[in-house]
Structure formats: structure tokens, C-alpha cells
């Protein structure tokens, strides 16, 4: 790396993204383009022989890339869930590239893995999380990429903790239980450390429980299994669902999951980010039941991708199912004491000061996202964060009450963080074998044509719901507002029914 080269590239993409961060709320938020193969036309088929200068480069992501863009840093984004950017999450990242170290064992980069073991206690501290899940209180935890790695990672530990203690040849006895709302990632993961698809049960939820899951029916669910001669192994409970924002009751689900011995991982994705209000801790207790929980800083905690915290309270469950020990990866300290003739030491893995990452996740080879982290909660501190959190709120509650004032629509399901699900109900004079369910269809897609804003929907109890996710960096009241003036909703509603 030149350091010339890198400070006129680095300054010339830096001013790129400024000035795209100063226009992003007029590009239409949804790609403009959807036509698959745009791009492939549009770019030669083999790559350049020569290098080019980078202002070339960046004329061509302004003029074919952002084109093809969901502009997911716009303030008008409400899909899916927020993906947050934000400047010091963006300095953090560069930092992370910049010195691209790779802490895969502590002597690989010792501040780098020390600072992770420090953040991911900094991080369980502010969530309120129990003590028995930090590395001060003898559980300890780990940045990955992604919740669906987390996931794959805790299951791993579960079925060779269940094998360990049953004998090998129980795999296909081994039972994984999660709900109708649970993320689809677990039954991913479930596959790939070898749980049999038929293994796999999903707990119906319903609006009774606000589509959370019940002790009640997670104990009938593994008695059931049990009785059958199968043993139950992993309960997902999740905070805030993907669908509908529901919450399952960390402590119930718990004490059915100790009771059996299956190890319980709490699914804290995107809400998990809401727990640095003390206000939505209360989601979080009987965490201190739970084997693993996880949430995603690269959600709603100003952090850009990629960054997953998972905590565990067995360490050794972990790196009992993903350690490996190769010579040419042992952790060797030079001691610099001249009166030693023995001035090498091996030093252990297990010890808390010196944690070989790649025994806590799936691949070698990591990225140093604890300094990303590090930058966000140093830049904005724990008040700045609620701060964000509870704006995004305030926001969703205001457009949750607007929304139940209107007669013309419904909220589907109570709102517990930033996410209003909603859809239109039966208009007067709608003819009775008309589906309700294809006129919201059609209105979420009017309003996502108009590239003023991107939603996404879900189904739930058979209804067509609209999902308004409130948390991008740059979301303001004003943004959520606009929905409900006369040139949001309204407007294409009456489009809608008067073409009917
Ligand atoms: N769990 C929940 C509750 C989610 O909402 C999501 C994604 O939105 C995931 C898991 C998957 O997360 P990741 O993409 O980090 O694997």
C-alpha cells in the first residue's frame, strides 16, 4: 500500500460518499431498476487488464451502480430492518480495513482480541445482561458477522454438549424447537450441524400471546418428543421478530428449556439494540437462563455492517465444538526477561486474557469489528445511543396512534419497538368476494413505485400486513409523517379503490 496512492484514493472516495449522503433522500429509495441483468449488460465480460484511476472508477458506481441500488441509508427506507450507518461507525470501518489485522488467535494481534473481549462486556453491561454471560462473570462472548453464523455457532456447542452427554448415536433423536415466528436463519442453521428437517418443530403462536411463544406450548411441544423416545436440544427464543416485532417470555421459555436440559439462545437481532434503554430491559429478563443470546449492532445500533454480538455462559461449550489446535496456530510469548534460558511460554487459549477467536466462530480468517464498535460507543456514548433509540420510538409510536385514529386501517399487532404493522381493513362499498389482502398489495406496491419510500410486508394469521420499520440513521418524525399527508397513503388508497 502506497500511503500516497491510499490518502488520494481514500479522500476521493470519501468525498463521493459525502456528497452521496448529501443527496441520498432524493434517490428513489427502492432501486430504480429492477430489470435482472441490467448490470451484466452494462459491464464488459472479463476484468481490466490494467489498473484505472479511481475517478473513473467512481464515475461508473455513480452512473451504473447507484442506479441499481436500494438506497437502504435513505431516510425513507422502512424495509425489512434498519441496516445502520452512521460517521463514526463509518470511521470505525475504516479503521477495521485500514489496519486490517486478523485476531484469529491472541498473538495473532493481542490488542485486537483483548479489545473485542473487553467490548463484548462493555456491550452485555449496557443491554443489562446478566453478569454469568460476560467475561467478568465467567461466560464470555464474541463480534461475528452475522446472527445466522451465531446461530450455526450455538448449535454446533448444543449437540456436541447433547452428544457428550448421551453417546454418539443420538443425532437423529436430537430435536430443535422454535415458533411460526421464529427467523428463518435458525432452521438454516439447524440443517447444517445435522438436525433432521423432521426434527425441526415450529410452535404455532398466536394473537392471544402477540405472536410470542408460551411456556405451556413449548412444554407440551417436548413432552410430547420425549415421550416418543427423542431429546429435546435448542429452544430459539426471540425479542423482537422479524414479522411483527413479538417478544417471547425470556424466563418461562427458560425454565421449560433448564427443566429439560436443552440449551436455550435468545434472538435479539434487532431489538436487542432497544435494551440500552433500561425501559426495554424488561424483555431481556431470565437472560441470566439462556446459554447464548445474540443481537446485531449492524441493525439499529449506528454500527455499520458487519457486526453480530453473541454471548455464551459456558465458554468451553463453545470452543469445545469449534476449537482446532495446529501447530502453526499456537499463541507463543516472547518473554523479554534476559535471566530466562526457558524465554518461551506457551500460553493457553482458555485464558480470558488471551482468547484465540477462531475457536468461538466458524471461520479463521476474522475481521478486527471490535474497533468499529469500540469508535460508535467511544463517539456517541451511552446516552447518544438511547437517544437514537428511543427518537425511532417516538416516531413509530406516533404513527402507530395516527394509523388506529384512521378507521380506514388497523394495526395488526401491538407495537414493542420501532416497528408498526398495519394494513388497510375492508373498505365501505368493497365487494364481498374481493380480497383486502390484494388492495394492501397493491397499495404497499403504489407507495414503494413512487420511490419516496421502500416497506415491506408479512403475513400473519392469513393477513397481508405492511411493515413500517422505523431506525435508519437519518429517520426523522417527519419522514414517518409523510405517509399519512394527503400525497402518502391517502392518495394512492383512493387510486387504488377508485380503479376498482
Ligand atoms: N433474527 C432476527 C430476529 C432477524 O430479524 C434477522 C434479520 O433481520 C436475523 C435473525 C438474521 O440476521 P443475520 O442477517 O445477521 O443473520
Request: negative net charge; contains cysteine; glycine residues 8%.
Amino acid at each position: 500500500l502506497d500511503p500516497e496512492a491510499f490518502s488520494d484514493d481514500s479522500h476521493a472516495v470519501l468525498n463521493f460518499l459525502a456528497e452521496y449522503y448529501r443527496d441520498v433522500d432524493k434517490y428513489p429509495v427502492r432501486a430504480a431498476s429492477l430489470e435482472p441483468g441490467r448490470l451484466r449488460g452494462l459491464l464488459p465480460d472479463a476484468a481490466p487488464e490494467w489498473g484505472e484511476p479511481m475517478d473513473a472508477i467512481l464515475e461508473e458506481v455513480r452512473r451504473d451502480i447507484l442506479r441499481g441500488l436500494t438506497h437502504w441509508q435513505s431516510p425513507s427506507f422502512f424495509a425489512y430492518f434498519p441496516m445502520n450507518a452512521s460517521s463514526a461507525g463509518f470511521a470505525g470501518e475504516m479503521l477495521s480495513a485500514g489496519l486490517n489485522v486478523v485476531p484469529f488467535i491472541w498473538a495473532a494481534s493481542p490488542a485486537a482480541a483483548e479489545l473485542e473481549g473487553v467490548l463484548v462486556d462493555w456491550m452485555g453491561r449496557l443491554l443489562g445482561l446478566p453478569r454469568g454471560l460476560l467475561f467478568a462473570g465467567g461466560g464470555g462472548g464474541v463480534l461475528q458477522g452475522s446472527t445466522c453464523e451465531a446461530v450455526v455457532c450455538t448449535l454446533a456447542a448444543a449437540r456436541d454438549r447433547a452428544l457428550g452427554r448421551h453417546g454418539a448415536v443420538i443425532l437423529s433423536r436430537l430435536v430443535v424447537y422454535a415458533s411460526d415466528q421464529t427467523h428463518v436463519t435458525f432452521q438454516k442453521g439447524a440443517r447444517l450441524v445435522g438436525i433432521p428437517p423432521a426434527n425441526f418443530r415450529v410452535v404455532a403462536t398466536s394473537a392471544v400471546s402477540g405472536h410470542g411463544l408460551t411456556g405451556d406450548a413449548v412444554r407440551d411441544a417436548v413432552e410430547a418428543d420425549v415421550a416418543r423416545g427423542l431429546v429435546p436440544l435448542y429452544l430459539c427464543a426471540t425479542v423482537g421478530t422479524t414479522g411483527v416485532g413479538a417478544v417471547d417470555p425470556v424466563r418461562e421459555l427458560g425454565e421449560v428449556a433448564r427443566r429439560h436440559g436443552m440449551w436455550m439462545h435468545v434472538d435479539a437481532a434487532y431489538a436487542g439494540s432497544a435494551a440500552i434503554c433500561p425501559e426495554f430491559q424488561g424483555y431481556l429478563d431470565g437472560a441470566e437462563l439462556a446459554d447464548s443470546v445474540s443481537m446485531n449492532p449492524h441493525k439499529w445500533f449506528l454500527t455499520n455492517a458487519d457486526c453480530c454480538c453473541l454471548w455464551v455462559a459456558r465458554p468451553r461449550d463453545l470452543t469445545a465444538a469449534l476449537s482446532t489446535d495446529p501447530e502453526y496456530l499456537k499463541n507463543v510469548v516472547i518473554s523479554d526477561s534476559a535471566d530466562h534460558d526457558d524465554d518461551k511460554d506457551v500460553i493457553t487459549s482458555s485464558a480470558a486474557s488471551a482468547i484465540d477467536y477462531k475457536d468461538w466462530q466458524i471461520s479463521l480468517s476474522r475481521r478486527f469489528r471490535a474497533i468499529k464498535l469500540w469508535v460508535v460507543l467511544r463517539r456517541y456514548g451511552a446516552a447518544g445511543l438511547r437517544a437514537h433509540v428511543r427518537r425511532h420510538v417516538t416516531s413509530a409510536k406516533w404513527f402507530e396512534a395516527a394509523v388506529a385514529k384512521d378507521e380506514r386501517f388497523e394495526v395488526v399487532a401491538p407495537r414493542k419497538f420501532s416497528l408498526v404493522c398495519f394494513r388497510l381493513i375492508r373498505p365501505p362499498g368493497f365487494p364481498d368476494d374481493g380480497d383486502v389482502n390484494d388492495v394492501n398489495r397493491e397499495l404497499l406496491a403504489a407507495v414503494n413505485a413512487t420511490g419516496r419510500a421502500f416497506m415491506t410486508h408479512f403475513v400473519v394469521d392469513g393477513k397481508f400486513v405492511i411493515r413500517l420499520a422505523v431506525g435508519g440513521a437519518a429517520t426523522e418524525m417527519r419522514h414517518v409523517r409523510a405517509h399519512l399527508t394527503v400525497e402518502g397513503f391517502p392518495k394512492y388508497l383512493c387510486e387504488i379503490l377508485t380503479l376498482r
